[in-house]
């Protein structure tokens, strides 16, 4: 399973350059003009299974987006940060939105999740949920916080998002 914290490209626009969408990568979108929209913008086989789960979640009754490495390797290049993530679409369903959940995932030992975000109410009442379906919950480490306000989860309307980081082995 491809993972790292940071790739090759710092924001959407040096992909472009050096990328070509359908070959390299692809994006897809289903703008259902709702308030919230749930997003993996490391989709694909940047951060596998992140696409499913957010298409899953959003289903037919959130916006849903996601931003897919399609390379048969190396697609870690893609993982630009959450803080840094700027394609245009993303950000113009996103700050069209009062909600944002966004779907990521990492390698580790052990299966958990973690919570992170400045919307703590509905942290807290995705929190309950997980938990009561069986789901560990960890306290979020620094580096999947998500608690800046430049985080693509909180550049929404209310200007606070919820990171859900999806750890398994």
């Given at each position: 399973?491809?993972?790292?914290?940071?790739?090759?490209?710092?924001?959407?626009?040096?992909?472009?350059?050096?990328?070509?969408?359908?070959?390299?990568?692809?994006?897809?979108?289903?703008?259902?003009?709702?308030?919230?929209?749930?997003?993996?913008?490391?989709?694909?086989?940047?951060?596998?299974?992140?696409?499913?789960?957010?298409?899953?979640?959003?289903?037919?009754?959130?916006?849903?987006?996601?931003?897919?490495?399609?390379?048969?390797k190396n697609?870690?290049?893609?993982?630009?940060?959450?803080?840094t993530f700027?394609?245009?679409?993303?950000?113009?369903?996103?700050?069209?939105?009062?909600?944002?959940?966004?779907?990521?995932?990492?390698?580790?030992?052990?299966?958990?999740?973690?919570?992170?975000?400045?919307?703590?109410?509905?942290?807290?009442?995705?929190?309950?949920?997980?938990?009561?379906?069986?789901?560990?919950?960890?306290?979020?480490?620094?580096?999947?916080?998500?608690?800046?306000?430049?985080?693509?989860?909180?550049?929404?309307?209310?200007?606070?998002?919820?990171?859900?980081?999806?750890?398994?082995?």
């Amino acid at each position: 399973m491809e993972n790292k914290m940071s790739g090759t490209y710092k924001n959407f626009e040096e992909i472009k350059e050096n990328e070509t969408e359908g070959v390299d990568f692809q994006i897809e979108t289903n703008d259902i003009k709702t308030p919230c929209v749930v997003i993996a913008i490391h989709g694909g086989r940047i951060e596998p299974h992140t696409t499913e789960i957010a298409r899953e979640l959003a289903g037919n009754i959130f916006a849903f987006y996601s931003f897919q490495g399609i390379k048969e390797k190396n697609n870690t290049i893609f993982h630009v940060s959450s803080s840094t993530f700027d394609e245009p679409k993303c950000l113009d369903l996103v700050s069209k939105s009062k909600k944002v959940i966004s779907i990521h995932g990492k390698h580790e030992l052990d299966d958990f999740v973690m919570l992170g975000g400045l919307d703590y109410s509905l942290i807290k009442d995705i929190e309950d949920v997980l938990t009561n379906g069986g789901f560990k919950v960890l306290e979020s480490t620094k580096n999947v916080m998500g608690d800046s306000p430049k985080n693509i989860c909180n550049k929404c309307i209310s200007g606070k998002g919820v990171q859900i980081e999806r750890c398994s082995n």
